[in-house]
């Protein structure tokens, strides 16, 4: 079972964490979306324990305590601050400059293309929940009427009042949302364990406020990827998934889960599992 730990990178920055397996084993890093935690990751680092590997799920800038620099200044919350802070948990972790492999869902994936896209080098292999590439995201939503509807819900995280509307009546929209993309009960209430109060989650929703709507373009990613898409996400359409393969100069994998929605990871965990340890036993590190 995952254990939790604490990870300090700087005076300023301690996050929390879920791990399993043996400190020096080959490192797993994932990195978790909105709205939800790193423990959406627990049926995953536990596998991954069991199967030898070093498994660290950090729950990000602002959403651990210790991690929590002021939401107001939209600058701590940038994308390459996200990149770097993954980087550096790795680090202090004992993989410096050590090779890795790297998980990310939704917004932990918009963060893993990026480090795969600048420091291809140090990663063995890429597994993707949910986000495709960047470029193919914003192909996308230039082009494909359907996936500008199903990206509306960004605009409105920039609202002011964001974070009040998202968490009134018991956070009833952030229960509905996770409740209708089948995530079970016992998950949602862990989730909001974290992201349910106030500071956390104006912490999350700076995250979308220093990006704005787009996604700045990256080069073909020269990572071994395998790239999981549930064909019920509602955030996340076909011509989206499908055409992430177009910016892609490595080996790939793409796996449509049917019936599956957006946080495939509590959804189908077992499945999300199997899949990611075929892919890292295939690009070892």
Request: hydrophobic share 45%; glycine share 8%.
């Amino acid at each position: 079972m995952p254990v939790a730990e604490q990870i300090t990178v700087s005076p300023a920055l301690t996050f929390d964490a879920i791990t399993a397996g043996a400190p020096g084993a080959p490192l797993v890093l994932l990195l978790h979306g909105f709205a939800e935690s790193m423990h959406c990751w627990r049926a995953q680092v536990t596998a991954l324990g069991d199967m030898g590997y070093r498994a660290i799920a950090p729950s990000q800038r602002g959403y651990s305590p210790g991690a929590r620099p002021d939401p107001r200044e939209f600058s701590h919350y940038l994308i390459d601050r996200l990149i770097d802070d993954a980087m550096a948990i790795a680090a202090a972790a004992g993989y410096g400059e050590a090779r890795f492999h790297l998980a990310g869902h939704d917004w932990g994936g918009s963060i893993a293309w990026g480090i795969a896209d600048r420091h291809h080098a140090r990663l063995g292999s890429l597994t993707i929940l949910s986000r495709p590439h960047p470029n193919a995201f914003n192909r996308a939503l230039m082009s494909d009427d359907d996936q500008a509807q199903r990206s509306r819900h960004h605009k409105a995280f920039l609202e002011p009042d964001a974070a009040d509307v998202v968490l009134a009546d018991d956070a009833k929209w952030l229960r509905d949302r996770l409740a209708a993309n089948g995530v079970p009960a016992e998950a949602i209430e862990t989730h909001l364990s974290v992201l349910g109060n106030k500071s956390a989650m104006e912490a999350a929703l700076a995250w979308y406020r220093a990006r704005g709507a787009i996604r700045g373009p990256l080069g073909p990613i020269r990572v071994p990827t395998l790239y999981i898409w549930g064909d019920a996400d509602d955030t996340v359409g076909r011509n989206a998934a499908e055409g992430t393969v177009d910016f892609i100069a490595a080996p790939y994998r793409f796996e449509v889960l049917p019936g599956v929605g957006h946080f495939a990871a509590d959804q189908a965990p077992e499945k999300v599992s199997e899949l990611m340890l075929e892919h890292l036993a295939a690009h070892p590190v």
